[in-house]
């Protein structure tokens, strides 16, 4: 098992359009299984491929209280969406800010498991945000697009005054 490190915003990586997953092998799953380990020691419940520098499209979430309902999504697809609703969002690549950010409120949602079997189910709630969220990550999309670019600017320069901090510590 690993820990894999976590791209910050605004890092160009994250802009990166993921290609879809042709091979269902073992090592897929070992990086499935270091992505689960990254996000519960994080602590997260939801962590995108291109947030640990891998572009296929493939995101892994938990959004159980308790951390026991793991769930892996390859080649994920949106297949029916409706409602609105804004829901409070963070993110892994933004550590310390979160925003309102309005999404579906329903979906359903078909992708792949790590073994290359089809999935499909209907997701809403934090569940439901949790996919979108994710899903954008795969485009090369981060919440922080949906602000105001005034918003966007001041949580840019504030990571990146916190990651030069770093540097010295
Ligand atoms: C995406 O986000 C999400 O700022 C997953 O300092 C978020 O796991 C989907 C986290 C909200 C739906 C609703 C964020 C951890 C974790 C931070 C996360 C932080 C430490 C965010
Ligand atoms: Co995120």
């Known amino acids: 098992m690993a820990l894999l490190n976590i791209l910050h915003f605004p890092d160009p990586k994250l802009r990166t359009v993921a290609k ?4 269902f092998d073992p090592e897929l799953r070992q990086l499935v299984r270091d992505m689960f ?3 519960y020691e994080a602590p997260g419940i939801g962590l995108a491929a291109t947030q640990v520098d891998r572009h296929i499209r493939l995101l892994v979430m938990d959004v ?3 951390s026991n309902h793991p769930r ?3 080649n994920p697809e949106i297949v029916e969406a409706d409602g609105e609703e804004e829901t409070d969002e963070g993110c892994l690549s933004v550590p310390g ?3 309102k950010v309005r999404r ?4 359903r949602v ?3 498991n790590d073994f290359g079997e089809t999935i499909e189910f209907e997701a809403e709630g934090l569940e439901g945000v949790c996919v979108q969220h994710e899903m954008d990550h795969l485009d090369g999309k981060l919440f922080v697009d949906y ?3 005034l918003k966007r600017n001041r949580i840019r320069s504030k990571l990146v005054k916190q990651m030069k901090q770093k540097d010295f510590d």
Not at 20 to 23: D, E, G, I, Y
Not at 104 to 107: P, T
């Open 20 to 23: 879809p997953v042709t091979v």
């Open 104 to 107: 579906a409120e329903h979906i």
């Open 37 to 39: 380990e990254t996000m």
């Open 147 to 149: 602000l105001s670019s």
């Open 64 to 66: 159980s209280d308790q």
């Open 97 to 99: 800010f979160y925003e």
């Open 110 to 112: 078909r992708a792949q």
């Open 72 to 74: 892996c999504l390859i």
